[in-house]
Nanobody, 125 residues
Framework: QVQLVESGGGLVQAGGSLRLSCTMS????????MGWFRQAPGKEREPVAA????????YHADSVKGRFTVSRDNARNTVYLQMNSLKPDDTALYYC??????????????????WGQGTQVTVSS
């Protein structure tokens, strides 16, 4: 059974950086395309970034392009989200997710099969 555990969240000042990690257990992450999502209080969950199984393509939401970067290390069974130039609007609970589907420009936002519990990111102004 696939389990996903996120880490790396915390409190940071605007303009700062954080790197989120998501580690998979129970399966080999190389078999899954991976995504990052976030949900702020009172808002719907939104896609942030995603990466194909072999890392050959990545996708980022317009709101984070140029600031966030998704990457993966299949040898460590881990996917990352490097977040730079953080803004208060980036405050949210961040989730990673896995799917056996391959990702394309029109489909990277979902659906996903497995989800982690989330890690909180809070950006102060």
């Amino acid at each position: 059974q696939v389990q996903l555990v996120e880490s790396g969240g915390g409190l940071v000042q605007a303009g700062g950086s954080l790197r989120l990690s998501c580690t998979m257990s129970g399966r080999t992450i190389a078999s899954y395309a991976m995504g990052w999502f976030r949900q702020a209080p009172g808002k719907e969950r939104e896609p942030v970034a995603a990466i194909r199984r072999n890392g050959g393509a990545t996708y980022h939401a317009d709101s984070v392009k140029g600031r966030f970067t998704v990457s993966r290390d299949n040898a460590r069974n881990t996917v990352y989200l490097q977040m730079n130039s953080l803004k208060p609007d980036d405050t949210a609970l961040y989730y990673c997710a896995a799917t056996t589907r391959e990702l394309f420009t029109s489909t990277w936002s979902g659906p996903y099969d497995y989800w982690g519990q989330g890690t909180q990111v809070t950006v102060s102004s």
